[in-house]
């Protein structure tokens, strides 16, 4: 397979989806363009397949970095699997 701009685990937001995050999980061989295949952060259960030339075009999707943090209530932090991402155009 030839090298891709992207790689498996960055994250990205389309465009038009208002915050929703996704995660890329892997890359389908066997299309012309290569095709990723990403996974909603926030829904595990629910995954798109999209071409990588959609994937880096910047009218359609946006990489983010997701960064985690234990959430702190009443002065009691959650353990990190209840942490808050957030994201940030990059």
Do not use: Y
């Amino acid at each position: 397979m030839a090298k891709t701009p992207v790689e498996i685990g960055q994250s990205f937001c389309k465009v038009d989806s208002h915050g929703i995050i996704w995660t890329l999980d892997s890359f389908n061989e066997n299309t012309e363009p290569v095709h990723g295949r990403l996974t909603r952060l926030d829904d595990p259960t629910t995954s798109i397949t999209v071409s990588i030339n959609v994937l880096t075009d910047p009218r359609h999707f946006r990489r983010t970095i997701v960064e985690e943090w234990p959430l702190t209530v009443r002065g009691e932090t959650t353990p990190l699997r209840t942490s808050i991402a957030r994201f940030r155009w990059r």
